[in-house]
């Protein structure tokens, strides 16, 4: 059953909101307030359950699963490296962003995140020199941009594949 369009736009312009403050204060400081991730999982869950209540119990367990994996990769770079490479906010933020989404539209997500994220950096390296290449990059914007996008295939164009 789809969202009433008004449920549907009230979601979209809260969830830019809190992307656009999660941008602002990761590319500023490079880290992702607790509060903010806290309230984008709220937002989220909070339209799942206007949505669809009964889909609640999924969207809880996909969201775990999504901290998880995250965190497995987070541990594993840094066991590999001794460096770490993704931080525990973005960790947190992709949990918040699968409160949002299908969990068909985590890969189209990360995708349109990871992407956006290289040529971010490839654009830098051409500007300033390789040395852009070592240096930190926040990545919550870059999230934020692949939720903004999932969020829009799945709301505006249908594609939710049918299941959640």
């Known amino acids: 059953m789809a969202a009433h369009p008004s449920l549907v736009l009230a979601a979209t ?57 995250a965190w497995l990769i987070r541990r594993g770079h840094f066991l590999m490296t001794g460096r770490i490479g993704l931080g525990l906010g973005d960790v947190k933020m992709l949990a918040a ?34 040395a852009a290449a070592r240096a930190r990059v926040a990545f919550g914007p870059f999230i934020a941009i692949g939720l903004g996008c999932s969020w829009a295939l799945e709301q505006f164009a249908g594609l939710n594949m049918g299941l959640l």
């Open 97 to 130: 962003a699968a409160c949002w989404i299908s969990p068909l539209l985590l890969p189209v997500l990360l995708f349109i995140a990871s992407a956006s994220a290289l040529l971010f950096v490839g654009g830098h390296v051409l500007a300033t020199g390789p």
């Open 13 to 69: 312009v809260a969830l830019a909101a809190v992307l656009a403050a999660i941008s602002i204060a990761d590319y500023r400081r490079q880290i992702i307030p607790d509060g903010l991730n806290l309230a984008l999982a709220a937002l989220g869950l909070g339209y799942q359950m206007a949505a669809d209540a009964d889909g609640l119990p999924l969207r809880l367990l996909f969201a775990a699963m999504t901290f998880a994996a």
